[in-house]
């Protein structure tokens, strides 16, 4: 499958990435190795040895170099292979592993994978969550078994909430919302506005108590090539938006293979949020189970509908609601081609 390469994807969540060890993960569908050098910088290298193709994941790590667990061949952090220990030891020219660049920011690891140099403008800013900020915060990760792109329509378009988030993050009326599309420099941000709705649960408990009804918004922006940044929240009927009813949703997608994706999400709460730890242990639970209750099973019983299928073959129906998803779809397909124009591929 061809992916948007010239971009940084979040491999992991920072603390993945252990002193000493080991962690192996596939994006983009290769295989990659991370591990700390001993200066406590993160490597990415991929995880197959060019000589009878182990995962290197199966090795040791040999102060910044990785030994391979199967004959013994050792590379440096530069993907370079530094020792041959058989025969006299010369080290054919071909014995060498890709090394990908790698940024640490905002709790996260980056990975570029594309041929192109790599691009610190092209990262998208999550500062809100920064450690040293003022928003508290809470983080997560799920498998999915479906691609990207449907998960991506399932963030960018959150019509779907009335309906398989009943109860929680939705209430009845917010199906009448209105909703506006707005691009801006790459961007695709699909804007939902509530008037006067009855308050979704997960609002009342941390926010409300009160049970009355609320205007709602959710803001979701998409940054290409998969990362989402949801400004949501409530507040009383004809009121301003205030210091607290509201929070940042992070959603980034890493596609795994074509029918699989690595899910990190999170969420950053500004500083007049008034929670207590319960309470805002209870708004994280109550997300995550959404996402990994609700949105999972439906999403892998999605891409299972699709199977091989191409999706746009399946001609699928289209509902006012899929303006945002179709565009980004378009503007992927738009980059993917820009990329292979560029490359000759
Ligand atoms: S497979 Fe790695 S050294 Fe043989
Ligand atoms: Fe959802």
Known sequence: MAYIKNAWYVACWDNEVKAGEMFHRRLLDEPVVFYRKQDGTV???QDRCPHRFVPLHMGRLVNDAIECGYHGL?????GKCVLNPHGDGKIPAAAKVRQYPTLERFGMVWIWMGDGAPDGGKLPDYG??????????????IHIDSNYELM???LLDLSHITYLHDGYLGSPEQIGADQQLVENGGTLSCNRWMPNISVPRIFDMVYRRDGQPVDMWTNMTWMPPSCFLLDSGVH??????????WYYGIHILTPETEKTTHYH???AMPPGTRLSEDEARTFASLRRFAFESQDKPMLDAQQ???????FWDLKPVLLTVDAGPVRMRRQ??????????????
Do not use: W
């Open 43 to 45: 490597v990415a290298l």
């Open 265 to 267: 999400f999170a969420a």
């Open 152 to 154: 991506a329509e399932n």
């Open 236 to 245: 009383e009927v004809g009121g301003q938006r205030a210091d607290h009813g």
């Open 304 to 310: 299972a509908a699709i199977g091989d299928n191409n």
């Open 332 to 345: 992927i397909e738009r980059l993917i081609k820009q990329e292979q124009d560029v490359t000759g591929q």
């Open 128 to 141: 809100v969550l920064d450690s040293t900020g003022d928003f508290s915060t809470t983080r997560g990760y």
């Open 74 to 78: 050792r590379f440096d952090c530069t």
